[in-house]
C-alpha cells in the first residue's frame, strides 16, 4: 500500500519568499492534515480536511498561511511571505475518518534564512 | 491545550523497563501514541479510545484513565529498535486533529 507523498523533502527560502508545499494521501483517505513539527517540540496541527471541506483551521497563521484540498485528494500548503521562526519540518497525514489513525509523510524540512 | 509527557528523556540498557506517561487538563476521548525516529515520520503505535481496556502491541502496551485524564505508554524487555521519541496525541472527541505532547526521548543503550 502506498503511504503519503509530500514534495520537495527539503526547501531553503530567504525570509519573505514564498513556498508550497505538496502532498498527496493514501487514496480513500477522506481526512487530511497538515502539522508543523518545530525542532524538539511535537506536530502541531495547523489544518485539517475532511474531504475537501476545513474542519478545522484554528492555529494556521492566516494572515501567511494558506493550504486547499481540490476534489478532496492532493493538498497544497503554502507560505507568503515566509518568516525565519516558519523554519520547521512540514508534516501532511492522512486518516480513513477524522480521530482515526493517522499515517503521516516524510515531511518537507523547510530553512528560512 | 497540550497534553504534558513526563519524563522528558529517559536512557535504558537493553532489556530492561520504561514507562512514558501523558496527561491532560481536559477531558479526553482518546489517546494516540506515536514513534518518531530522527528525520523520520512519525509511525503509529496504538489508540486508546474513552471506555476502553488497556492494549498491546508486542512488548508495548498502555493504559487510558478517563477519570485522571492520563496515559501510560509501558515498554516491556526493550530493544534497541525501541530507540527514539515517543509522542502522546490527545483528541477531545468526534472528528478533531490530534494536540501532541512536547515527547520523550527514550535512548536503548546496548
Known amino acids: 500500500e502506498a503511504g503519503v507523498a509530500q514534495s520537495p523533502r527539503y526547501k531553503i527560502i530567504e525570509k519573505r519568499q514564498s513556498v508550497a508545499f505538496w502532498c498527496n494521501p493514501i487514496?480513500?483517505?477522506?481526512?487530511l492534515y497538515w502539522y508543523q513539527q518545530i525542532l524538539g517540540q511535537g506536530p502541531k496541527l495547523l489544518i485539517q480536511?475532511?474531504?475537501?471541506?476545513?474542519?478545522?483551521d484554528s492555529q494556521l497563521p492566516k494572515d501567511r498561511f494558506s493550504a486547499e484540498r481540490l476534489k478532496g485528494v492532493d493538498s497544497t500548503l503554502k507560505i507568503q511571505p515566509a518568516k525565519l521562526e516558519d523554519s520547521a519540518v512540514y508534516l501532511c497525514?492522512?486518516?480513513?475518518?477524522?480521530?482515526?489513525?493517522?499515517?503521516f509523510g516524510q515531511g518537507t524540512r523547510l530553512t528560512v534564512v | 491545550q497540550q497534553p504534558v509527557q513526563s519524563p522528558q528523556a529517559v536512557i535504558l540498557r537493553e532489556g530492561e523497563d520504561a514507562v512514558i506517561n501523558c496527561s491532560s487538563s481536559?477531558?479526553?476521548?482518546?489517546v494516540h501514541w506515536y514513534r518518531q525516529k530522527h528525520g523520520e515520520a512519525p509511525v503509529f503505535l496504538m489508540i486508546?479510545?474513552?471506555?476502553?481496556e488497556q492494549k498491546g502491541h508486542e512488548k508495548i502496551s498502555a493504559s487510558f484513565n478517563e477519570k485522571k485524564q492520563q496515559s501510560s505508554l509501558y515498554l516491556t524487555a526493550s530493544q534497541l529498535s525501541y530507540s527514539g521519541t515517543y509522542f502522546c496525541?490527545?483528541?477531545?472527541?468526534?472528528?478533531?486533529?490530534?494536540?501532541f505532547g512536547k515527547g520523550t526521548h527514550l535512548i536503548i543503550q546496548p
Open positions: 487514496s480513500g483517505h477522506a481526512t
Open positions: 496525541g490527545t483528541g477531545g472527541g468526534g472528528a478533531d486533529g490530534l494536540t
Open positions: 481536559k477531558a479526553l476521548y482518546s
Open positions: 497525514a492522512s486518516s480513513l475518518g477524522g480521530g482515526g489513525r493517522a499515517f
Open positions: 480536511f475532511q474531504n475537501n471541506g476545513v474542519v478545522d
Open positions: 486508546l479510545l474513552k471506555g476502553g
